[in-house]
């Protein structure tokens, strides 16, 4: 087996699998966070070159693994991977705590993606920095190189007079 990711392998479409989560019990606090999950989810699928085939939500723990969403999200993916198993598709979440709170539910639920065929792009994580792990190309972003970041002196402060002096 390659030390390439799944994804940078496949001659075919790349699909993708929105997983969307919150614990929130207030209405607007929910929405809020399921909308900027969906956008930066949406974002992490464009730059990986891969149509949105779906979308699952869940409410509620992420300590938990039984999950209605994740698991009709398990059966969407058996569907895909059925339908044409040339396809590279991706389980995008927002962050490692969209999946799960604690480590035990984390390892399982990504085994679960893997064995459905399915590879698990969480999109906090800069593409760069997937490259850099796994040493292989993902797409465009293969001639790129993590940058650090350009260090500019802090302007030196003027110095305030005491504000507290005794007269």
Same mark, same amino acid.
């Given at each position: 087996? %390659?030390?390439?990711?799944? =994804?940078?392998?496949?001659?075919?479409? $790349? !699909? #993708?699998? *929105?997983?969307?989560?919150? @614990?929130?019990?207030?209405?607007?606090?929910?929405?809020?966070?399921?909308?900027?999950?969906?956008?930066?989810?949406?974002?992490?699928?464009?730059?990986?070159?891969?149509?949105?085939?779906?979308?699952?939500?869940?409410?509620?723990?992420?300590? %938990?693994?039984?999950?209605? =969403?994740?698991?009709?999200?398990?059966? $969407? !993916? #058996?569907? *895909?991977?059925?339908?044409? @198993?040339?396809?590279?598709?991706?389980?995008?979440?927002?962050?490692?705590?969209?999946?799960?709170?604690?480590?035990?539910?984390?390892?399982?639920?990504?085994?679960?993606?893997?064995?459905?065929?399915?590879?698990?792009?969480?999109?906090?994580?800069?593409?760069?920095?997937?490259?850099?792990?796994?040493?292989?190309?993902?797409?465009?972003?293969?001639?790129?190189?993590?940058?650090?970041?350009?260090?500019?002196?802090?302007?030196?402060?003027?110095?305030?007079?005491?504000?507290?002096?005794?007269?």
């Amino acid at each position: 087996m %390659s030390d390439q990711p799944r =994804g940078s392998q496949s001659a075919g479409p $790349r !699909l #993708a699998v *929105l997983y969307l989560r919150t @614990a929130s019990s207030h209405q607007a606090n929910r929405d809020m966070a399921i909308v900027a999950q969906q956008h930066v989810c949406s974002r992490r699928a464009h730059e990986l070159g891969a149509t949105v085939a779906g979308e699952f939500v869940d409410f509620g723990s992420g300590l %938990s693994i039984e999950r209605p =969403g994740f698991t009709a999200l398990l059966a $969407r !993916l #058996a569907e *895909l991977r059925a339908q044409n @198993a040339e396809a590279t598709v991706f389980v995008i979440a927002a962050n490692h705590a969209r999946i799960a709170r604690s480590i035990e539910a984390y390892s399982r639920m990504s085994w679960q993606i893997d064995q459905a065929g399915a590879e698990l792009n969480v999109a906090s994580i800069p593409l760069v920095i997937y490259e850099a792990i796994s040493g292989s190309s993902l797409g465009h972003y293969a001639n790129q190189r993590p940058r650090s970041p350009s260090v500019r002196p802090h302007p030196r402060r003027k110095e305030q007079p005491p504000t507290n002096q005794e007269g």
